[in-house]
């Protein structure tokens, strides 16, 4: 086929994404913004301390030059975002664009990382549990990797720096990727691995890899194809792996960075997710609003992928979008 | 949409008995994930019956963080002096109402939307891709934390999040249900017959073919629920005490677990493990079996 | 049964090796000059300027960073520090100080510092005053007219009307004239409280991308070169982790040790304990809007009714004091003729039933067909073991003599506007800390009653009012003090608080850090005398 009709629909799809992206940005802003806003307390409790008055209250927000209704604050944020700009944290006056930066990176290699652990571990484990149904070694190594995904994440994170640091010494407590230890490749493994392999992803990941595989390998023409011998691997792991793998990496990232937040704190990381949730606990909008439309953005992202990577391999099927 | 859809065949109307065609592995499973079903409810009864071995409030300030087998303590006790053993068994309570509240709504409010916009379509569909996506979007801790904040620190709140941000999946499952319906044809011919549409909906669509899809659904969501409640507690927004539950019992052992003493946080996260494997393999058992009847 | 991070602790050695031989020098006092200080915090500070921040983290930074006019020395007393000397005048109104010569501020390599004079005083007067600064400072700064700079090295601050103890009020640490961006008014959002400029022991290197906030010593101190050459603050998010990564040499020092680490820390040589003592303690406050509450009876008898010294032993290792009033123990002002009250359930009973309790059939005692049923509530805190403990002991000590409590924890910011502003409370738990002018008015004056006002269980006694104002007006230590043993007896008595008790903190660190002195809430005052010897750099 040629490669124009299979870049149209991808286009198509692309731009009405953007379109639909642009909307869910917005609503989520709105949604996330009344709650915070809905929450008792205010951002000044983080400037002022705990002995904080009303007047000293109403001072401040004066002073912040912040509008003093909700829909005028909410539209200030709107405002600035349309300028590219994510405005300045109420708790530390830094730009939100800056301190996310600085964190982002942080968190975005424990995604990706355990992204990448729960693939390694999952992807084997599922093609070979395909081919070979019953027997007991995928049985006993499914086991296992449901068995990492049913335990508490935070507990097993204590457990694992038990033995590795406390028991022997091989990784030092973690600092985050900055780091000036000689050892400093081994300390960044050990969140990855719990992040990955922890969180209930790994076992999710699998089932579905299973499911989809087993789907694609069952399917008449696949079958037929097989049996007279033409290669098939191709279009399965194209429809099979490759499809169900972009599909969990996009629906799995909020997912994962719930998990972060875990790790982050258990592993004294300095990502996105602690900062997140010192942000919650402060009410200090602009920072958690701003990763709310990062993260949005890029679950979008990751689901545009998949489905242009969808298109791409079967390109049909853009006449059901 | 051909997001996230399980391959479960859509006429389930075969009439060998299922355990002749199942796997052993699967029975298996699934007896094991009927044994926890079985344990949780036994333990909910003790809870509510108040059969406990010992009053799970009782504060003994000279034993505090006994361990296992200590006296009149046969699991211990945590840093209170409280009874391990009675604790553990009144923390399913935690899980149990709340948890099938999660469910409740994550499989309505899923079912609902996926019925809508499956079989509407047009602009019915677009809301509820919409909704999804906000809903999915989001870290979901963090979403808690939020609610939290602005009600209460209560389990049943951190329910209704953890179900009305389930349920997207549950919408997208009944969704591609009935698309695979409808290019059977088996809709139109319903409508044809002049079935109506609410026996349709009901009937045909949720009783007879979307049932073992929300029941692994329902499996699953319990599993989800316990580890969710389980990450907050370690925050400090779980279920709050004096109530007990495994996860501000996993999070107030592990406080002496880099001291060396694993059991007050192993006996709670053991319980764990064993109850969220089970609604897995049990989900898991369900979902092969019926996968089989094709 | 814990074996030694090999790896770790040899490379530290190996890095400090290299560092004491570039800098192999001795300072006047004869202590050696070199090493690290990585410390933990339970936090990241927000600020770290002296003039927005107010947490705990970025006032012990700004220990580091800064100066006064005046200081503190080891036996709490005023000395000069920017300031060489002062006036004051006869009527107390007028204070005039005569600056140091000698003082810059901090400069990068390669630049000249500039110095520090009497504008930079005036300057941070008047930056803190104004009403676009947010700053927690103001209030105490309000007995100030104005400051006037007399020439460059000579201020003079003016007073609204003299107070007692002013010259204390003095330690602010000041900034110079030429660091802010904006010169009138200091909000978060200038890169001046991020990378701030100061004339203390220490200078700010970087706030790396960790979260690390790197201090390096100033070479240019005017009381002297610090003697450890870098001070790093290390932010944690889990006590538990902090105190592993003392354990584990990734930190030298921990600020403040969680109860339930000292034992372990305690049975290693490695380590030092050192205790220092907090100007804060804990209470129960109840609201005297319910009526059950607003007999004195009632409460007196759940003082009686919880035994603190049980709890204080059971949960803390006894590492602390048991008080009676609502002074900190250390604190000038307490009155130690006034005893606790002892554990006696007895005698709380025969209170209850003489205000009119009467015991049901389930043990619960009611009044009036009112039963004693009562909510306490509480603010979540990641680390609240400590917490949690004492309020799960007092509902069950106050279940021994039929009161009912409802226990109910909520999120910090729902907390307090539940207690401070909508007075939705029966029972609350917290602490107060405080600084060394024991000023307890905002507590329990009557006029304090209201929205996100101090007086949150609405106590009002015209006795207690009149001896508040008068304390306030003082201006005679010996007096004042007198009133403040006579309002100790009178509120212990009166039991608006059921006061527990104040608790030691400790800081921990490795014993390579020597001549370590502690300041109980500004911590690292003294820092610059700190050292580490040098085979241990």
Avoid at chain 1, 204 to 221: D, K, P, Q, S, T
Avoid at chain 3, 56 to 63: D, G, K, T, W, Y
Avoid at chain 3, 386 to 410: C, H, N, P, Q, W
Avoid at chain 3, 451 to 477: C, I, Q, R, T
């Amino acid at each position: 086929m040629p490669q124009t009709s299979r870049l149209k629909p991808v286009i198509l799809v692309v731009s009405r994404e953007l379109l639909m992206t642009a909307l869910l940005l917005l609503g989520i802003s709105l949604v996330v913004f009344s709650i915070v806003y809905l929450a008792p307390g205010d951002p000044f409790e983080a400037l002022l301390g705990a002995q904080a008055g009303a007047a000293d209250r109403q001072a401040a927000l004066q002073a912040m030059e912040l509008p003093s209704t909700w829909y005028g604050q909410y539209l200030s944020w709107l405002g600035q975002l349309l300028q590219g700009d994510f405005g300045a944290s109420l708790r530390s006056g830094a730009p939100v664009a800056q301190e996310l930066i600085v964190t982002g990176g942080n968190t975005l290699y424990l995604i990706f990382g355990a992204m990448l652990v729960s693939l390694l571990f999952a992807v084997p484990i599922a093609v070979y549990s395909v081919n070979r149904q019953d027997a007991f070694s995928t049985w006993l190594v499914t086991m296992t990797a449901y068995l990492a995904s049913a335990l508490p994440l935070f507990w097993l994170g204590y457990v694992l720096i038990y033995i590795f640091t406390h028991q022997l010494g091989i990784f030092p407590v973690a600092t985050g990727l900055h780091t000036d230890q000689p050892l400093g490749l081994s300390h960044l493994l050990l969140p990855v691995i719990l992040l990955g392999i922890g969180n209930g992803a790994v076992g999710e990941i699998l089932r579905h890899l299973r499911l989809e595989l087993a789907r694609v390998l069952g399917e008449e023409y696949v079958r037929t194809a097989r049996a007279k011998g033409a290669p098939v691997w191709r279009h399965a792991l194209a429809e099979g792996l490759i499809l169900p793998v972009t599909e969990m990496v996009a629906a799995k990232l909020p997912h994962i960075l719930s998990g972060a937040i875990i790790v982050e704190q258990v592993f004294n990381w300095p990502g996105v997710g602690r900062l997140t949730w010192q942000a919650a606990l402060d009410r200090d909008y602009p920072v958690i609003l701003a990763v709310a439309v990062v993260a949005a953005a890029m679950v979008r992202g990751g689901s545009l992928l998949h489905r242009c990577v969808y298109i791409w391999i079967n390109p049909r099927a853009s006449r059901e979008h | 949409m051909l997001y996230r859809q399980l391959s479960l065949q859509v006429n389930e109307s075969t009439q060998l008995a299922w355990w002749r065609t199942a796997d052993f592995k699967d029975l298996l499973f699934i007896a094991y994930g009927l044994l926890v079903l079985l344990a949780v409810f036994a333990s909910y009864l003790l809870g509510v019956m108040h059969w406990l071995p010992q009053d799970p409030d009782e504060i003994d300030m000279g034993a505090i963080m006994a361990g296992p087998l200590s006296s009149g303590h046969l699991l211990g006790t945590d840093f209170l002096g409280r009874d391990i053993l009675t604790r553990l068994v009144l923390g399913i309570q935690a899980y149990f109402l709340p948890g099938l509240l999660a469910i409740g709504i994550a499989l309505g409010l899923g079912a609902v939307a996926g019925v809508l916009a499956g079989y509407r379509g047009g602009r019915a569909a677009a809301v509820v891709l919409y909704g999804s996506n906000l809903l999915d979007s989001f870290p979901r801790l963090i979403l808690v934390l939020l609610v939290i904040a602005a009600f209460k620190a209560d389990i049943y709140y951190v329910m209704v999040v953890v179900g009305i941000t389930a349920a997207p999946l549950v919408a997208s499952l009944v969704k591609g249900k009935v698309h695979a319906l409808q290019q059977k044809n088996f809709i139109e011919s319903a409508v044809a017959l002049g079935i109506p549409a609410s026996t349709i909906i009901f009937k045909h669509i949720l009783w007879y073919n979307c049932r073992s899809l929300l029941l692994i659904q329902a499996t699953l969501g319990m599993a989800e629920a316990i580890l969710i409640e389980t990450s907050l507690s370690y925050l400090g927004f779980g279920v709050q005490e004096p109530t007990p539950s495994w996860g501000n019992m996993v999070q107030a052992g592990a406080n002496y677990l880099l001291q060396g003493n694993f059991w007050p946080s192993t006996a709670p996260a053991l319980a764990i493990l064993a109850t969220v494997l089970g609604f897995y393999l049990l989900g898991d058992g369900l979902n092969n079996i019926l996968e089989r009847r094709r | 049964m814990k074996l030694k991070t090999s790896i770790i602790s040899l490379v530290a050695i190996g890095g400090a090796l290299v560092a004491s031989l570039v800098m192999a020098q001795s300072n006047a006092d004869g202590r050696p000059v070199g090493g690290v200080l990585n410390y933990g915090e339970y936090g990241r500070p927000a600020s770290l300027d002296p003039v927005t921040s107010n947490d705990m983290i970025a006032l012990r930074i700004n220990e580091l960073l800064f100066n006064g006019l005046v200081g503190i020395n080891e036996k709490q007393e005023i000395v000069p520090e920017l300031a060489q000397k002062w006036q004051v005048s006869p009527d107390g109104g007028v204070y005039t100080f005569t600056l140091r010569q000698d003082v810059k501020w901090h400069a990068k390599a390669g630049e000249t510092p500039r110095p520090f004079t009497a504008n930079d005083v005036v300057f941070t007067f008047n930056i803190m005053m104004h009403p676009k600064t947010v700053t927690p400072l103001k209030v105490r700064y309000e007995f100030i007219q104005e400051a006037k700079k007399l020439d460059d090295y000579t201020v003079q601050f003016i007073l609204k009307r003299p107070i007692l103890n002013a010259l204390a009020k003095f330690t602010f640490k000041i900034i110079p004239e030429f660091g802010p961006q904006n010169s009138l008014y200091l909000r978060r959002d200038d890169p001046f409280v991020r990378n701030p400029i100061g004339t203390g022991p220490y200078r700010l290197e970087e706030t790396t991308a960790n979260g690390e906030v790197v201090m390096v010593a100033n070479e240019n101190y005017f009381l002297g070169r610090p003697h450890i050459d870098r001070f790093v603050a290390k932010p944690f998010a889990d006590q538990n982790i902090m105190n592993q990564a003392l354990m584990f040499n990734s930190i030298d020092m921990s600020v403040l040790v969680n109860p339930r680490d000292i034992p372990e820390l305690q049975g290693d040589k490695r380590y030092v304990l050192q205790p220092y003592n907090a100007l804060s303690y804990s209470f129960f406050g109840y609201n005297l809007r319910n009526p059950l509450l607003a007999d004195k009876r009632v409460r007196k008898a759940f003082t009686l009714a919880i035994n603190r010294d049980e709890m204080l032993d059971s949960f803390f290792n006894s590492r602390g004091t048991v008080i009676s009033g609502p002074f900190a123990p250390g604190s000038w002002a307490y009155n130690l003729d006034v005893r606790p009250d002892p554990y006696d359930t007895e005698k709380a009973r025969a209170l209850l039933q003489e205000a009119g309790f009467t015991a049901g059939s389930d043990g619960f005692m009611s009044k009036n067909g009112m039963p004693l049923k009562l909510s306490l509530k509480v603010p979540i805190a990641k680390e609240s073991e400590a917490t949690k403990r004492v309020v799960l002991a007092f509902k069950s000590y106050l279940k021994k003599i039929g009161a009912d409590i409802d226990v109910e924890f909520m999120e910090w910011q729902a907390w307090k506007e539940a207690v401070f502003l909508n007075h939705e409370f029966d029972i609350m738990f917290a602490s107060w800390v405080f600084d060394d002018s024991a000023d307890i008015s905002s507590l329990f004056h009557s006029a304090e009653i209201g929205d996100w006002k101090n007086n949150f269980g609405a106590y009002s006694n015209p006795e207690v009012d009149g001896l508040l104002a008068e304390a306030k007006l003082s201006l005679d230590h010996e007096k004042k003090r007198t009133i403040y043993r006579k309002l100790h007896a009178l509120l212990a008595e009166e039991s608006p608080y059921t006061f527990l008790w104040t608790l030691t903190n400790y800081a921990g660190y490795n014993k390579k850090i020597r001549h370590v002195n502690i300041h109980p809430y500004k911590f690292f005052t003294f820092a610059d005398t700190w050292y580490i010897p040098e085979g241990k750099q």
